[in-house]
């Protein structure tokens, strides 16, 4: 009898051990810093675990820094200084580093010009098919440009001094347009448009505005869609595919305008990503090494292709 009491007293005591072990596993497990029932490997601060209909996904703000740190790290040895800017039309919303400084737009600033003009003939106050006969002191004889060769007297309708200023970013036909929208109206509009730190005359920009024009004349919001279609296009048949489009797959539509000065190569556009359009722009100042930034800006957008295309 009192071999099976001792028997019986040591399979208690395991009993209310195991009992035990399993209360403190079970309030660990609900207790877990996380709130989620689980214990996280990772620390909160590295990554946020978000459950959503039993899944999980990354936080969205850890990835966008993450990113941003890559960019900032490929830019380390260079000189000068730059804009990133990025903005995702899928869940409308930017992120970006220095988007809100001001560069020289350089070329870029024709976005402006070609919005101005499509809104002017939308209104019905110009018409695209109109004549236009270049005279000699609207030649302007430096840059980008195939109308500068051609000389005085040749003649284009509106609607192609405006493909030409966009696909061969021509200087001439800027100049042209801009003297017939007048560039009073065209600030008007970007003003009106909410455009606060565009400068016309002084040829004056940031990452964020022309995010915001880029933006509108995708959406359709400048003009009716055949014409909004009109001006995709003469952006995706730009002459200069060495930046943005560069290492990108040759399937993915870009509809951007490159801009270049001394000291200033900039590339901004939409990606025209299925199922998840974004825009990046790059707007750099004070550069020394073209061909490097160049390759510098395509590595750049390889980088956000590859965020977005997961």
Known sequence: MIIRKKQLTAKMALAIGVLILLFLLIRTFVNSDDGNGFISPLPDEIIKVITSNGKSKIDP?????????????????????YSIYIYDLKSDSGFGLNESAIFTAASVNKIYILAALYHQADQGKLDLDEDITIQSKDIQDYGTGVIR?????????LKTLAQLMIEKSDNTAAFVLTNIIGANTIQQLVNDWGFIQTDIDNNKSSNKDVAGMFLKIYRGEVTDQAHTQEMIGFMDDSDFENRL?????????????????????HDAGIVDLPEHPYYIGVLTNDISDIEGTENKISEISKMVFDYFNK
């Open 149 to 157: 060769y051609q000389g005085a007297g040749t003649v284009y309708s």
């Open 61 to 81: 703000a850890a990835n966008q820094a993450q990113l941003l740190e890559q960019i900032k790290k490929s830019f380390e040895t260079e000189k000068g200084s």
């Open 245 to 265: 489009p560069k290492d990108l797959p040759k399937n993915i539509n870009v509809y951007h305008k490159i801009g270049s000065e001394v000291g200033v190569i």
